[in-house]
C-alpha cells in the first residue's frame, strides 16, 4: 500500500476508515475514484455527487483535525468482476468523549481501475442495533 | 416484461417501486436476485440479510395490502459491466394521508444474471430535502 494502490476491495476498506479516523485527505482522496458519477451520503446528510462535492465535504469535516474514533464490523462483503460491494457496521465515536455515538450502516461500492480498487459510492445511515441475520453468515 | 425478465435495470427499478406501491410479492420476487449475499435496509431499520429474510420482511409489509404512494427522482444511474447502480430519491406515502413523508435516498444495486436483472442490494435511509450537486447532471 505503500503507493496507495489498492490490490483487493478490503485494502481500499480499510484505507477509508484510517483517512476517516486520521482525518487524511490525501489517504481519503487515494480511496475514492475520480469523476462525476460518484455517491456519498454521509448520515442524514443530503447526498454527494461527484468527486468536487464529495471532497469539499471531506476537507471541511477533516479541517478540525482527526477527532473521530472509528471501529467497523463486515457485514457482508461480494465481488461481481470489477465490482465489490460492502456493507459495514460502522461505531463512531468523539475523542475523549465516551458517550456511545448511535451505530451506523454503510453500503461501499468499489471499482477495480487500472490504479487498483477505488471507491465509487458510500452510503451511511443511522440503524438499529439490533441486526436481523440470514443463517448464513459470511465471513 | 411479460415474463418478468427484465432488460435493464431501469425496467428492473420500475418494477421494484410498482411492486411496492402496488404490495406485489410475485413481481417483488421477480426482481430479486437469489441467495444468501442480498442486502436490504429499511430506513431505521436493521439491515435484512439474504433473500430468506428479505422476504419475509416484504411479506410483513405487504400483508396489508396496498397502502403506500411511491414516486421517485433518479440522482444517479452508472453500469459497470454487469453490474448497475443507481441512486434514487423515493417520496413515500400512505394512501389517503395528505401528510408529506420525509424524503429517502436509496442505493439500488442490480446484477445482470441469465434471467435478466435483479436487484442484489437496497440500502434506503431519511435525507434532508435538499440536495448538494455537482455540475454535471447526469440524466
Chains 1, 2 share one sequence.
Request: net charge negative; aromatic share 8%; proline share 7%.
Amino acid at each position: 500500500m505503500t503507493n496507495n494502490e489498492f490490490e483487493t476491495p478490503a485494502a481500499a476498506e480499510a484505507a477509508f476508515y484510517k483517512a476517516l479516523e486520521a482525518a487524511d485527505t490525501a489517504l481519503m482522496q487515494a480511496v475514492w475514484d475520480e469523476g462525476p458519477d460518484l455517491v456519498c451520503v454521509h448520515p442524514m446528510w443530503p447526498e454527494l455527487h461527484g468527486h468536487r462535492a464529495i471532497f469539499a465535504a471531506w476537507r471541511r469535516m477533516f479541517a478540525a483535525g482527526p477527532h473521530l474514533t472509528v471501529s467497523t464490523v463486515p457485514v457482508l462483503q461480494r465481488r461481481d468482476g470489477d465490482l465489490a460491494t460492502h456493507v459495514v457496521h460502522e461505531q463512531l465515536g468523539l475523542r475523549g468523549d465516551d458517550n456511545q455515538q448511535p451505530p451506523v450502516v454503510a453500503t461501499n461500492v468499489y471499482r477495480h481501475t487500472a490504479a487498483g480498487w477505488r471507491m465509487i459510492l458510500h452510503h451511511a445511515s443511522p440503524t438499529p442495533t439490533v441486526t436481523i441475520d440470514e443463517d448464513t453468515v459470511l465471513h
